[in-house]
């Protein structure tokens, strides 16, 4: 069984502006509002792959209620544990470029902490477990790791999407994968990391501080796979993103559906950049049609 858990959904805002200037009242000319989150974007993903996901966290408020909505009906399961405060609501502003604006995380009381974990201690050998996104400030900044400790030696793959402090304090715990961005990777060792052969170089670090593999997204310059056994770099054409949110998530969706359906790493890799890629250059997320098209584009190179 695969699970998601996203501490801290959101409504992701969507709103497109003729251009964004400080100061000024803007009419939109298009909005969306979704649900949102990383791991609940990859519960997302799963579903429009065929693959069944069931998404826990916490959510709350009347934005909650639109969350929990949503995500009924894109059919997808979901053990959510309510909480008092409003879930988040995430701008995303299409103008010149892309802008975000994240909202406040509300407070997650003991008690919800708790029946997490009680979720969490109930997974079982063959499970995969994806834990994605930011950290409610109200939670120790190493939740993760604390999820991690608990599921020690069960046999259950852990697929990490975090940053900063929340991914530095889960490396020990052998995440199966984790999945960077090059600004994400680099800001854990103080480095700057512009090229492929950079993100393959500091991969590699995050593998000896415990990683099994690792995935390094690059947006546009598409991504790096590392472990110990194997290096590939992934090219894509140059295209203009249509939308960038949720292309990392889609990405993580990918490979763990690649695997779940028996395809060795480097296929799995190349289907992961595919997904992301295709959600990226598309509106909404991407689709088993869209990635099937999109596949062969992927150039893969294997790094030694
Ligand atoms: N401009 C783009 N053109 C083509 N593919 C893209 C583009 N931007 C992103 N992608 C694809 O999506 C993958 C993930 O993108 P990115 O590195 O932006 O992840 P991220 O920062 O985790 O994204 P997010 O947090 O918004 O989900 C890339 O490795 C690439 O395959
Ligand atoms: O603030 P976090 O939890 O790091 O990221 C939240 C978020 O930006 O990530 C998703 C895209 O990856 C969006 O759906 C959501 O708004």
């Known amino acids: 069984m695969i699970y998601t858990v996203t501490l801290n ?19 939109a000319k298009k909005e969306w509002k979704v649900a949102g989150g990383k791991g609940i974007n990859v519960s997302k993903v799963l579903r429009a792959l065929g693959e069944d996901s069931t998404a826990l966290g916490f959510v709350g408020g009347f934005t909650g209620v639109f969350i929990q909505q949503q995500i009924e009906q894109a059919g997808i399961a979901h053990q959510f544990i309510q909480i008092n405060h409003d879930s988040r609501i995430n701008v995303k502003i299409k103008a010149e470029n892309e802008t975000d604006i994240s909202g406040v995380s509300p407070p997650v009381p003991e008690e919800a902490l708790e029946r997490l974990f009680e979720q969490i201690d109930r997974l079982q050998s063959g499970d995969y477990l994806v834990l994605a996104g930011s950290v409610p400030k109200s939670l120790p900044s190493d939740m993760y790791q604390m999820i991690m400790q608990r599921l020690r030696g069960k046999g259950v793959r852990i697929f990490l999407d975090a940053k900063g402090q929340a991914l530095k304090n889960g490396l ?3 995440p199966f994968l984790i999945k960077p961005n090059h600004h994400e990777l680099g800001e854990l060792y103080g480095v700057t990391i512009a090229t492929p052969a950079e993100a393959i170089e500091w991969g590699r670090k995050a593998l000896q501080m415990g990683a099994q593999n690792v995935i390094v997204s690059m947006a546009g310059q598409g991504a790096v796979f590392v472990n110990r056994n194997e290096s590939y770099l992934a090219q894509i054409p140059q295209r203009k993103p249509v939308n960038s949110i949720g292309a990392g998530d889609s990405m993580v969706a990918g490979f763990l559906y690649g695997l779940t359906r028996g395809m060795d790493t480097e296929a799995a890799f190349r289907f992961a950049v595919a997904a992301g890629s295709t959600t990226a250059l598309s509106e909404g997320f991407c689709t088993r049609e869209k990635i099937e098209a999109f596949i062969q584009d992927v150039t893969i190179t294997f790094i030694s």
Request: glycine share 4%.
């Open 9 to 27: 959904p959101s409504i992701d805002y969507h709103i497109w502006l003729s251009a964004l200037s400080q100061g000024a009242i803007h009419e």
């Open 172 to 174: 020990p715990e052998e």
